[in-house]
Structure formats: structure tokens, C-alpha cells
């Protein structure tokens, strides 16, 4: 069983974690490129799989606990600070990262080219919120003092 729902935690970390990191990252270099006859089409649909793909993304902390409770360990110290970037990652994204996409959307709709402070400042808050990603996916591979063996 603990197999199966450590299987199923990192299926759900690379179906719903991988999309939104990319797209995210996709969206200030769109941004900064468009012009007034390209439309909104590139820009507006990464942030709709960075919105869309947020949401999935909640599947992966229930996972988590989960395996975590199946595998006894949830008050292991890498286990504690997973959750704790996990949640640092998901507050950056839905507080910071798409309410900024969608600032710069409706720039472009009004045919406005946004600014190149704004999409430099949302490309350092997705490196930010990739970052805390990847910590989070080290630690759930490597699992510092793990009695599994990895």
C-alpha cells in the first residue's frame, strides 16, 4: 500500500507540479514579446494552465500526508519543512505569481505593452516559487535520514 500511494504522490507531483512551474515560467518572456497584432492568445492560456494546474496541485500535499502516514513518518524534520516550502510555494503562487499574470492580461487586452519591470518582477517571483519546487522534490526523493534505504 505505501508503495502504491508513494507511486501515486510522485505521479501527481509530475502531472500537477511540472505543468504550472513551466508555464509559469513561459508567461513573463510571452508577455514581454507580445505586440498589439499578436492577440493575447500564447500569454492567456499559460496562465490558464497555471490556474488550472494550480488547483490539480492541491492533490499533491493530501498525497503527500498520506504516504507520509502510511510510511510513519510525520514528524520527520524533512517531512515538517516540505510542508512548510510547499505551503511557502503555494502562498507565492496564488498571492503573487497569478494575480501578477493577470495584471499583465488585461494590459495586453487593452493593447497596452506591459512593462518591463513588471514582467522581470513576476519572472523573479515564478524563479522564487520554482525554486521552493524543487527543494520540495529533493526532499521528497532524497528524505534525509530515511529508514527506507533511498
Not at 500500500?1 to 518572456?29: E, R, Y
Not at 502516514?69 to 510547499?86: K, R
Not at 488585461?106 to 522564487?128: F, S, W
Request: with cysteine; charged share 10%; aromatic share 6%.
Amino acid at each position: 500500500m505505501t508503495k502504491i500511494l508513494l507511486s501515486l504522490h510522485v505521479l501527481a507531483a509530475i502531472v500537477a507540479v511540472g505543468p504550472v512551474t513551466v508555464a509559469a515560467s513561459m508567461f513573463p518572456p510571452a508577455a514581454r514579446r507580445w505586440t498589439p497584432s499578436d492577440g493575447i492568445g500564447t500569454p492567456a492560456l499559460l496562465h490558464r494552465i497555471c490556474r488550472v494546474y494550480a488547483g490539480v496541485g492541491l492533490t499533491v500535499p493530501a498525497l503527500g500526508f498520506a504516504t507520509a502516514a502510511a510510511m510513519g513518518v510525520l514528524g520527520s524534520g524533512w517531512l515538517i519543512t516540505s510542508i512548510a516550502l510547499t505551503a511557502a510555494a503555494a502562498g507565492i503562487l496564488v498571492a503573487f505569481v497569478l494575480p501578477r499574470q493577470e495584471e499583465l492580461l488585461d494590459q495586453l487586452k487593452g493593447e497596452q505593452a506591459p512593462d518591463h519591470r513588471d514582467t522581470v518582477q513576476l519572472a523573479m517571483l515564478t524563479g522564487i516559487f520554482n525554486l521552493l519546487w524543487a527543494t520540495v522534490t529533493v526532499l521528497m526523493i532524497v528524505r534525509p535520514g530515511s529508514t527506507t534505504g533511498a
